[in-house]
């Protein structure tokens, strides 16, 4: 059975970690253009893409549209449960998934799918968890890390080059 869909945390695994505030309350989120890259390929490969996110911002749901993410969800509290709807809408099980995470929030979601990969910075609990604890930090380069291992895995390489030449 193939992935044919990847979820994606946000905070900590998509960006650093770091919620900035600007002194009139705004807050700022940076986020990997290698990330980017990588997330964008994968929906030209035909896969999809879902954000499941515990907290809720205007610039998360900004960087969703801008890479073209159909399925993105915020404020979520529960997101075995979000992605169990998803999968049901798209008709698809767990065994089709593939999941990034950092954190205690994570834990189920990143159980319940069939390859769990967390960034190097991840919390030891979800890394005792985890098909792979990847080389790179959340934010950079973690997703696309995990990207080009599943292109590797799912033998999508020529596929996955074939989009840049």
Same mark, same amino acid.
Do not use: C
């Given at each position: ?6 979820v994606l945390d ?32 994968w929906i030209k490969?035909?896969? /999809?893409? *879902? ?5 809720? +911002?205007?610039? =998360?749901? $900004?960087? &969703? !549209? @801008? ?13 075995k449960e979000r ?30 799918? /069939?390859? *769990? ?5 991840? +919390?030891?609990? =979800?890394? $005792?968890? &985890? !098909? @792979? ?33």
């Amino acid at each position: 059975m193939s992935i044919e869909l990847i979820v994606l945390d946000v905070d900590g695994t998509m960006t650093d970690g770091k919620i900035v505030y600007t002194q009139n309350g705004d807050e700022l989120k940076s986020f990997s253009v290698k990330d980017g890259l990588a997330i964008a390929s994968w929906i030209k490969l035909g896969k /999809k893409v *879902a954000i499941i996110t515990g907290r809720s +911002s205007k610039i =998360v749901e $900004n960087r &969703a !549209t @801008e890479l073209g993410i159909q399925h993105f969800y915020q404020g979520v509290h529960k997101k075995k449960e979000r992605l169990e709807e998803i999968l049901k809408e798209l008709n698809l099980t767990m065994d089709n998934v593939a999941s990034i995470g950092d954190d205690l929030n994570d834990y189920t979601m990143l159980s319940a799918s /069939k390859y *769990a990969y967390v960034p190097a910075d991840a +919390s030891v609990y =979800v890394k $005792n968890i &985890a !098909t @792979e604890v990847l080389s790179s930090n959340g934010g950079e380069g973690a997703v696309r890390e995990m990207i080009e291992k599943l292109i590797i895995l799912e033998n999508l390489e020529e596929s996955y080059l074939a989009l840049w030449q």
